[in-house]
């Protein structure tokens, strides 16, 4: 279990974010974390993936404080991070992000099964360069592929999946996710505001002005966000 307490964070120019978060992330659930823009969503997920480091509070991983870990430790410790915009690497093979991701290499048969996970074909994308060649959906799949390449992952946090990527592709996003959430038996975090990835969360949070607003199971937060403005839901 992931669990943030008082978690607090301000930018380094001042103005404080996140102003006392106190959250549990349940093992096994599939969390969407949304609200408004600007309220701090992004900011959470890289203080989870240790991208950033909080200016107050605790977060604890499994009972043990990981607060201070940047984010080597705890991806090998089981915290995957998948950005909004994936990065490109002009020169670097599929296959070669894969087995760095791994941290092994991979026979061709494993190659094809975390990519199928995301529903690629391996002997089409495998020698393929991480590049500009890649349309936004091939390479939000590829990114979400090398986070299931690691091993004993606990948690995947993904921050707005849907980012920059064509309906077709967000449409097939969406099979990934209830397919993974299916087989995988660790945390899924997902910053979103997309209904119909709401629409497929255990748990919602909402994150407005750095604090949390509502929180709790998706039967009865998602109601109230689709009742209330349409800026927080589209």
């Known amino acids: 279990m992931l669990e943030l307490k ?3 964070w301000s930018l380094p120019e001042g103005g404080e974010i996140l ?3 106190d959250l549990e992330i349940p093992d096994g659930q599939l969390t969407i974390i949304t609200g408004p823009n600007g309220g701090g969503k992004t900011s959470l997920a890289k203080l989870i993936a240790g991208i950033e480091k909080p200016s107050g509070g ?8 990981i607060t201070d870990w940047d984010i080597t430790k705890r991806a090998k410790n089981g915290i995957g991070y998948a950005f909004q915009q994936p990065v490109r690497f002009k020169g670097l093979a599929v296959r070669d992000l894969l ?5 092994e290499k991979l026979p061709e048969s494993g190659m094809c099964d975390v990519l199928g996970e995301v529903g690629l074909c391996a002997k089409d994308y495998i020698d393929r360069d991480v590049d500009a060649s890649l349309s ?3 390479s939000k799949r590829i990114e979400i592929a090398t986070v299931l390449a ?4 606990k948690i995947l946090v993904f921050d707005e999946p849907e980012a920059g990527i064509d309906l077709w592709s ?16 660790g945390s899924i975090i997902i910053i979103s505001h997309q209904e119909r ?7 919602i949070v909402v994150i407005k002005d750095g604090t949390i607003d509502k929180y709790g199971d998706k039967e009865d937060i998602l109601p109230q966000l689709l009742e209330g403005t349409g800026s927080m839901v589209c």
């Open 197 to 203: 990835i709401l629409d497929i969360a255990d748990k």
């Open 19 to 21: 102003k006392g978060i």
């Open 58 to 65: 605790q977060i604890l991983l499994d009972g043990e404080d």
């Open 6 to 8: 008082n978690i607090r």
């Open 150 to 153: 690691r091993k004993n992952v």
């Open 99 to 103: 087995e760095l991701a791994a941290g």
């Open 170 to 185: 967000f449409q097939n996003l969406i099979k990934v996710f209830e397919e993974m959430h299916t087989t995988n038996h």
């Open 136 to 138: 936004g959906g091939e």
